[in-house]
Nanobody, 119 residues
Framework: QVQLVESGGGLVQAGGSLRLSCASS????????VNWFRQAPGKEREFVAA????????YYADSVKGRFTISRANAKNTVYLQMNSLKPEDTAVYYC????????????WGQGTQVTVSS
């Protein structure tokens, strides 16, 4: 069982930065690929970024490429999402998701953290 807890969300002005964290208490977390998804009000959940279990490969949605960076520290059982040059359209609840394979969604989800970007 993998439990995920997101943190780091908040209110920021357009052009600002936030760093989200996804922490796990599971001792097998380092064997999972991790995704970040987001869901804005009235919209479907959408993929944001993914990282392999080792951290050696990453993948981004076109909408965040060049602005967001996903990374992980397996010794800390934590995955990060550094978000720079934030835009109002980045406003959403952000979720992390642990998956058995890279670029697949998995069964384990966190509770989400709210990111609000003001114009």
């Amino acid at each position: 069982q993998v439990q995920l807890v997101e943190s780091g969300g908040g209110l920021v002005q357009a052009g600002g930065s936030l760093r989200l964290s996804c922490a796990s208490s599971g001792h097998t977390f380092s064997s999972y690929a991790v995704n970040w998804f987001r869901q804005a009000p009235g919209k479907e959940r959408e993929f944001v970024a993914a990282i392999t279990s080792s951290g050696g490969n990453t993948y981004y949605a076109d909408s965040v490429k060049g602005r967001f960076t996903i990374s992980r520290a397996n010794a800390k059982n934590t995955v990060y999402l550094q978000m720079n040059s934030l835009k109002p359209e980045d406003t959403a609840v952000y979720y992390c998701n642990a998956a058995p394979k890279f670029l697949q969604s998995g069964d384990y989800w966190g509770q989400g953290t709210q990111v609000t970007v003001s114009s």
